[in-house]
């Protein structure tokens, strides 16, 4: 388990953590520019803007409190104080999970349809393309936490109440 978190750190969550603020800067100047279409612009910043604070939380939660105290636990340490909340947070996650595959859904199919003139078409696509990316990789990154990691966490908390 712990080196399944080591990897999905350095995998995964370093791919959002560059990929998020580039695609968020890409964005800022396509908005920016002339011929695209506005509407559609200021709708995916705004979904964007959410989608990413709520992954930068989520990664923290689970690299600073979710995977260390699995660590602790699997290793046969004793963790004191009760997890009920940890547990109730575990399942908020794979709620998250979901929302951002949605909310990425969402913003590919506004991308598509953002350029409004051909020498926006260029950078719109770069955007979409971008997108794309970003949402497969977060579907191999899930299937990993919600089928592996995540049962084996709650089996963990579980047995510590
Ligand atoms: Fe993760
Ligand atoms: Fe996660």
Redesign the pocket.
Known sequence: MGQMAEHIIYRHHGFLRRELPRLFQLLEHIRQSQGVDLEKAAEIEKIFQAVKQKIEK??CD?EELLFPICRRLEAGEKVESPHMDMIARLQE?EV??GNADRALTRMRELAGGLAASPEMAHPCRDLLSGLEALQADLKV??EK?NTFLHPLALELLQGLV
């Open positions: 989520h990664l689970e996650m998250e999970h990154h899930v936490e």
